[in-house]
Every structure is written in structure tokens, then in C-alpha cells.
């Protein structure tokens, strides 16, 4: 008995350190890719319930190493967030996003919406607000054609002025979205409290939502309430037909998903701005 505890500490150590080694390598990894075309955007479209129509994009990043292959974001961004090179990605993603976008729109989708994942340590960091400035300055991107989607473990980092940071950004009038809504420690005062434009229901309550009747009321509840509240509500992980016709039947603006569209290289976008999702 005491050797197999001693086999089982013995393994346990072993895979801690295979872990901390994997961590570290791909931390390494990610500090060389910066600068290099190993990061590159998919983009997802997000179509207005009602007219069927595309109205925007959400930039998704993806990583495709030498040594680790294509790495989902899941694994990789988390970790580029404890190391912080998730600043000098997100400072890329938001240059490269808002260049591709303003094609889109010089194209004739002046009203296009440009979505990009903003993470905590990403923020807190001191350039922020000139990355953001910058990136639309050296694209053309309107303001107005921007929004940055927030979640909730942003509003509870250490930053005390998140308030003005926030106000700075809808000053300039760049719209803000809450992300992963419905997960993690939601609060509700953030609604009140923060100037939020968008609501984006998270992936995980379409999961089941027409067979569960719990799930159906929540979904239903969040997006009377964010309506009342003048926030626009985008259902995040609709893959089938189903799911979008009760969406539209509880009046959500906005769907996400599979069944729409994968997300796709920027090349690939135009023609999914043109076409009518029916
Ligand atoms: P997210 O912001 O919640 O993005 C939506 C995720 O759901 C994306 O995963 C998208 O591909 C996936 N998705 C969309 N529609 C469907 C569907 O119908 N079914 C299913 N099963 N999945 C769907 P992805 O691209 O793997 O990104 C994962 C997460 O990584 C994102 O979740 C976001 O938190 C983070 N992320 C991605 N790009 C960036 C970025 O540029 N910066 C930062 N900070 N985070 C990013
Ligand atoms: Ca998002
Ligand atoms: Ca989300
Ligand atoms: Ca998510």
C-alpha cells in the first residue's frame, strides 16, 4: 500500500511537471509568434433575426505553431493572458481587424459592425486606449463601426477606473457588448451600472434550451429584460433552425452560429455580407 502511494505521488509529481513544462513551452512559443504570420483572424458573421441579414462580424483569433500546430484559443489565449503577451496579440488583432473591416465597409456595408474580443489583462494594461485609437486612426475604421466585447471578469479586475475607461471608449463612440452573459458571477447592477449597448447570451443556454424548460425561461427572461433595459441581444451558438425560430418568436435581434456560418478567413466575408440567411 505504501509503495502505491508513493507510484501515485510519484505520478502525480510527473504529470504536474509535464503540465508546467507544456505551459512553459507554449508560453515560449507564443513570445516568438508575436510579429510572425503564425496568428491570423476568422471572422463570424452576426445576422439581424428579422431581415436575415448580415450586420456584422465577430474577429475570432487563430494560432497555427510549427511545433504545436493549430491551437484553439480556449488553451492558447488564457495562457498569453498570464504571461501577458496577450497585449501585444490583442494590439494585432484589433490593427488587423479594424484594416479588414474597413474594406467591408469602403465595399458598401457602411453600418457593418466590427466585434473583437477584448480580455482582462489586455485592458488593464496602460496602452489600451491608444492601441484602440490607433488601430482605427491607421485603418479609417469609423468609431461607430467598432464594438468591443467585454466579459464579465473584466469589470472585477484590480483596474479602479474601469467606469472611465469604459466612458472614454463610449465617448468616442465605440460600442461595448457584454460577452459570455449568463455565466461566470453575473451581475445584474453591471447592466445599470456600466454603459453597455449589446447583450450576448452565452453558447451554453442555446445547449438544450427547446427541451429544457428551465433553460427556454432564462433565455427568454434575459432577452425581455435586456430589451427593456435598450440593450441589443445577440444569441451566441445558434445551430439549428429550431433554436433561431424560437429566438425570433421571443423578439432576440441578433443570432450567431453554426448555422449561419463557421468562422471563415477575411476572404471569405463578402460574399456571406451579400446573401439573405433564410
Ligand atoms: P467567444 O468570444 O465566446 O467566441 C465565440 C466562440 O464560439 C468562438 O470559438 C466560435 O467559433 C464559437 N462558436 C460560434 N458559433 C458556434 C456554434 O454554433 N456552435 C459552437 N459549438 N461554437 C460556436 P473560438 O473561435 O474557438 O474562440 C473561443 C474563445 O476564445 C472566444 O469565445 C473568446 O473568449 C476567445 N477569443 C477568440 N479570439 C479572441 C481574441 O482575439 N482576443 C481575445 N481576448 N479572446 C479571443
Ligand atoms: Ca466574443
Ligand atoms: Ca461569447
Ligand atoms: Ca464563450
Not at 19 to 29: K, S, T
Not at 67 to 95: K, S, W
Request: aromatic share 6%.
Amino acid at each position: 500500500a505504501k509503495l502505491a502511494g508513493r507510484n501515485r505521488f510519484c505520478f502525480f509529481t510527473s504529470r504536474m511537471n509535464e503540465e508546467a513544462e507544456a505551459r512553459l513551452r507554449m508560453e515560449g512559443e507564443l513570445r516568438r509568434a508575436v510579429g510572425t504570420d503564425q496568428f491570423h483572424l476568422a471572422y463570424q458573421p452576426l445576422v439581424d433575426v428579422k431581415s436575415g441579414r448580415a450586420v456584422g462580424v465577430e474577429a475570432l483569433l487563430r494560432w497555427s505553431n510549427p511545433e504545436l500546430g493549430n491551437v484553439p484559443p480556449d488553451r492558447f489565449i488564457p495562457q498569453a493572458e498570464t504571461c501577458g503577451v496577450i497585449v501585444a496579440i490583442g494590439r494585432m488583432v484589433l490593427e488587423t481587424a479594424c484594416r479588414d473591416a474597413r474594406r467591408w465597409v469602403d465595399a458598401g456595408h457602411a453600418d457593418l459592425r466590427l466585434c473583437i474580443n477584448v480580455s482582462p489583462r489586455q485592458f488593464q494594461d496602460a496602452g489600451f486606449l491608444g492601441h484602440v485609437r490607433a488601430a482605427l486612426a491607421a485603418s479609417g475604421l469609423s468609431p461607430a463601426n467598432l464594438e468591443l466585447e467585454i466579459t464579465e471578469g473584466l469589470l472585477l479586475t484590480e483596474r479602479g477606473d474601469v467606469d472611465v475607461l469604459l466612458r472614454a471608449l463610449t465617448d468616442m463612440g465605440i460600442q461595448l457588448s457584454i460577452d459570455d452573459f449568463g455565466t461566470g458571477y453575473s451581475s445584474l447592477s453591471y447592466l445599470e451600472r456600466f454603459p453597455f449597448d449589446t447583450l450576448k447570451i452565452d453558447r451554453s443556454f442555446m445547449i438544450g434550451m427547446l427541451e429544457r424548460q428551465e433553460r427556454k425561461v432564462l433565455v427568454e427572461t434575459i432577452v425581455a429584460m435586456a430589451s427593456g433595459l435598450g440593450l441589443k441581444v445577440i444569441a451566441e451558438g445558434v445551430e439549428t433552425v429550431e433554436q433561431l425560430a424560437h429566438l425570433t418568436a421571443i423578439n432576440c435581434d441578433i443570432a450567431q452560429g453554426y448555422l449561419f456560418s463557421r468562422p471563415v478567413p477575411a476572404t471569405e466575408i463578402p460574399p456571406l455580407l451579400e446573401r439573405v440567411y433564410r
